[in-house]
């Protein structure tokens, strides 16, 4: 995708040819800084501060966090400390999980002295398997959009998304935002309604900001007028993406998701939910077993944007002593969803659709 007309990704080595560049996403849309990581200290302040976010980009993240710990101290008390260490970080995504766990697999056997250029190798196979994933997400997910095109007669498809799901939130493509800009790109027209996904908004900071990047029309919303242009038949199509898959094909996503799948449920807007393999957690039943992770109040009692002088910065837009909740995640029933969009295809959101796609897993399933 594209920032300023340049290909880009979201993470990646700096010519020093260690040290981790990212962008700095809590910034964004006001200012694109891109800080460099030099240690695991580093790679997992950016995960919990999130500036990366997004299951899939935490995941690679996370995998060049060890492989800065392995350069500083390979020992096996280093690798142990760093998987624990950036494993704690957010709770939800499984793919923080999954890339650890990879990390450690292919590290665990190997003498120090290879870890930290192995460690290097593993992270850059991640992120470009992370590439290749999503794009095939978008080819699966394009049929969807040229099918409802064909029947509209050239008039534009109406998306609606959720959070953000994009490029910003995986390496490149994007899992929910894959097919919408693999459609632009083959020249069908396109718009997105963005909600806006408050407490951080995501939607309104970052999906806004990379669709206008890329060319594509779009409208940003609030989060509550979704149901409303759902009821008078604006919205042809819902994507979202997920945090987490459990294998009866409950959805972990942004909070929030549930409602617009409630929305789509009552109005008969189709629902999809856009995941790779990563994202599946095969060892979790059902989606009440999810752990749901608490942020601070403070999101839900200010928020960020550009103030008067030009710097990025917070704005209180409650009453002081007000009490708020934040859980940055819902669950959405798998009855919800109309179906997935994976690399491997479209299934059924049920544990014998998946299992239809990664028969592989059956055993780990069971």
């Given at each position: 995708m594209k920032l300023d007309g340049v290909p880009s990704r979201t993470i990646?080595?700096?010519p020093d040819g260690w040290s981790v560049g990212i962008i700095d996403q809590t910034l964004l849309p006001h200012k694109l800084v891109r800080p460099a990581l030099k240690t695991v200290e580093d790679a997992a302040r950016a995960i919990k501060t999130m500036q990366v976010r997004g299951a899939p980009l935490i995941g690679v993240a996370a995998a060049y966090g060890v492989a800065l710990a392995m350069r500083a101290d390979a020992s096996d008390a280093s690798l142990d400390h760093a998987i624990a260490f950036l494993g704690?970080?957010?709770p939800t995504?499984?793919?923080?999980?999954?890339?650890?766990?990879?990390?450690?697999?292919?590290?665990?056997?190997l003498a120090p002295s290879v870890r930290a250029a192995s460690a290097y190798a593993r992270a850059a196979a991640l992120a470009d398997d992370d590439i290749e994933t999503c794009r095939k997400i978008g080819v699966n997910g394009l049929a969807l959009i040229q099918e409802i095109a064909r029947r509209k007669g050239g008039r534009p498809v109406n998306v609606l998304t959720?959070?953000?799901?994009?490029?910003?939130?995986?390496?490149?493509?994007?899992?929910?935002?894959?097919?919408?800009?693999h459609a632009h790109d083959a020249g069908i027209p396109v718009h997105v309604w963005v909600d806006e996904t408050r407490p951080r908004n995501q939607g309104a900071a970052l999906t806004a900001f990379e669709l206008l990047q890329h060319g594509v029309a779009h409208s940003l919303i609030a989060d509550n007028a979704g149901g409303h242009f759902m009821q008078h038949g604006d919205v042809d199509l819902v994507i979202v993406g997920t945090d987490r898959v459990t294998a009866n094909g409950d959805v972990a996503n942004k909070i929030g998701t549930y409602l617009k799948a409630l929305a789509a449920h009552d109005t008969g807007v189709p629902f999809y939910v856009a995941l790779p393999y990563s994202t599946i957690d095969w060892r979790t039943g059902k989606g009440c077993d999810i752990p749901i992770e608490e942020r601070s109040a403070d999101e839900v009692l200010s928020v960020q944007g550009r103030l008067p002088d030009g710097s990025v910065g917070s704005v209180l837009i409650s009453a002081e002593g007000t009490h708020a909740r934040n859980p940055a995640f819902d669950v959405t029933p798998a009855r919800l969803v109309t179906g997935f969009i994976t690399e491997r295809g479209i299934c059924a959101a049920s544990g014998e659709g998946l299992l239809s796609l990664y028969p592989e897993k059956t055993s780990a399933a069971a």
């Amino acid at each position: 995708m594209k920032l300023d007309g340049v290909p880009s990704r979201t993470i990646w080595l700096e010519p020093d040819g260690w040290s981790v560049g990212i962008i700095d996403q809590t910034l964004l849309p006001h200012k694109l800084v891109r800080p460099a990581l030099k240690t695991v200290e580093d790679a997992a302040r950016a995960i919990k501060t999130m500036q990366v976010r997004g299951a899939p980009l935490i995941g690679v993240a996370a995998a060049y966090g060890v492989a800065l710990a392995m350069r500083a101290d390979a020992s096996d008390a280093s690798l142990d400390h760093a998987i624990a260490f950036l494993g704690e970080q957010r709770p939800t995504a499984v793919n923080l999980r999954w890339a650890l766990e990879d990390l450690r697999a292919t590290l665990g056997p190997l003498a120090p002295s290879v870890r930290a250029a192995s460690a290097y190798a593993r992270a850059a196979a991640l992120a470009d398997d992370d590439i290749e994933t999503c794009r095939k997400i978008g080819v699966n997910g394009l049929a969807l959009i040229q099918e409802i095109a064909r029947r509209k007669g050239g008039r534009p498809v109406n998306v609606l998304t959720h959070c953000n799901a994009g490029w910003l939130a995986c390496v490149d493509w994007g899992t929910a935002t894959s097919p919408i800009y693999h459609a632009h790109d083959a020249g069908i027209p396109v718009h997105v309604w963005v909600d806006e996904t408050r407490p951080r908004n995501q939607g309104a900071a970052l999906t806004a900001f990379e669709l206008l990047q890329h060319g594509v029309a779009h409208s940003l919303i609030a989060d509550n007028a979704g149901g409303h242009f759902m009821q008078h038949g604006d919205v042809d199509l819902v994507i979202v993406g997920t945090d987490r898959v459990t294998a009866n094909g409950d959805v972990a996503n942004k909070i929030g998701t549930y409602l617009k799948a409630l929305a789509a449920h009552d109005t008969g807007v189709p629902f999809y939910v856009a995941l790779p393999y990563s994202t599946i957690d095969w060892r979790t039943g059902k989606g009440c077993d999810i752990p749901i992770e608490e942020r601070s109040a403070d999101e839900v009692l200010s928020v960020q944007g550009r103030l008067p002088d030009g710097s990025v910065g917070s704005v209180l837009i409650s009453a002081e002593g007000t009490h708020a909740r934040n859980p940055a995640f819902d669950v959405t029933p798998a009855r919800l969803v109309t179906g997935f969009i994976t690399e491997r295809g479209i299934c059924a959101a049920s544990g014998e659709g998946l299992l239809s796609l990664y028969p592989e897993k059956t055993s780990a399933a069971a």
